[in-house]
């Protein structure tokens, strides 16, 4: 299990935060308030503690530089996914989408092996 779920904006609710395993931190910014006045890390009537603690948590510097390098890393990948046609499962129910997931990230990481290696080939020529 992992220690920590970063999300795009808009993807954590609150039923999904709250049915979080124990443990696991999210990271992804809580939407933006209807009223600009109210504070967004403030507790809303109807939070869990589970759900003030995550919107406390991604009012801190920690939290945002965390969330921010979710780009870096995530969404390169997300995008080769789609260029590859990743745009919707070609197979139902959760196994097959864990099968097909599976497959895209192997190809994945093949390909970025090639890649790596062939770069370095290069610089050890010159």
Do not use: C
């Amino acid at each position: 299990m992992p220690g920590a779920w970063l999300v795009d904006a808009g993807f954590p609710t609150l039923e999904s935060t709250d049915a979080l395993p124990g443990g696991l931190l999210l990271y992804g910014p809580p939407m933006a308030p209807r009223d600009p006045s109210r504070d967004p890390a403030a507790r809303v009537e109807g939070d869990s503690d589970r759900v003030a603690e995550w919107r406390a948590r991604m009012a801190t510097a920690a939290a945002k530089e965390t969330y921010k390098a979710r780009s870096a890393v995530a969404e390169l990948v997300n995008a080769q996914a789609r260029n590859r046609g990743l745009q919707q499962f070609h197979t139902r129910g959760i196994r097959g989408a864990n099968r097909e997931l599976l497959l895209k990230a192997v190809a994945h990481n093949l390909l970025r092996a090639h890649h790596l290696r062939a770069a370095a080939g290069k610089m050890s020529r010159r």
